[in-house]
Nanobody, 127 residues
Framework: VQLQASGGGLVQPGGSLRLSCVAS????????VAWFRQAPGKEREFVGA????????YYADSVKGRFTISGDSAKNTVFLQMSSLKLEDTAVYYC?????????????????????WGQGTLVTVSS
């Protein structure tokens, strides 16, 4: 399974951007897909995740109310709609997928829970 993230770019504070994560390869049976981000000099951090079967979502407090994750199962694509962007949202954004069922949302926020990773797409928020 390969994940391809795209849609990054330069945006002004307060602006919006939509990232896409497309899965290809063998039959994609991931249980959950997540977005993480990594700013220069910082550790990779959880942004949000979606359980593919139920469509339920889970977000980091820092993006709650501003970011929305959705999925298009027919196209094996997950989107990250980002609004009201802030300077501190600047980072490389990665999508990741796991085939493991986690009953607790805690594990969906952990880097180690994911088996597959995309290459990352850069989002720069600047005036």
């Amino acid at each position: 399974v390969q994940l391809q993230a795209s849609g990054g770019g330069l945006v002004q504070p307060g602006g919006s951007l939509r990232l896409s994560c497309v899965a290809s390869g063998r039959s994609f049976s991931a249980y959950a897909v997540a977005w993480f981000r990594q700013a220069p000099g910082k550790e990779r951090e959880f942004v949000g995740a979606i359980r593919r079967s139920s469509g339920s979502t889970y977000y980091a407090d820092s993006v709650k109310g501003r970011f929305t994750i959705s999925g298009d199962s027919a196209k094996n694509t997950v989107f990250l709609q980002m609004s009201s962007l802030k300077l501190e949202d600047t980072a490389v954004y990665y999508c990741a997928a796991t085939s493991t069922y986690y009953s607790s949302y805690y594990y969906l926020g952990e880097v180690s829970s994911y088996d597959y990773w995309g290459q990352g797409t850069l989002v720069t928020v600047s005036s």
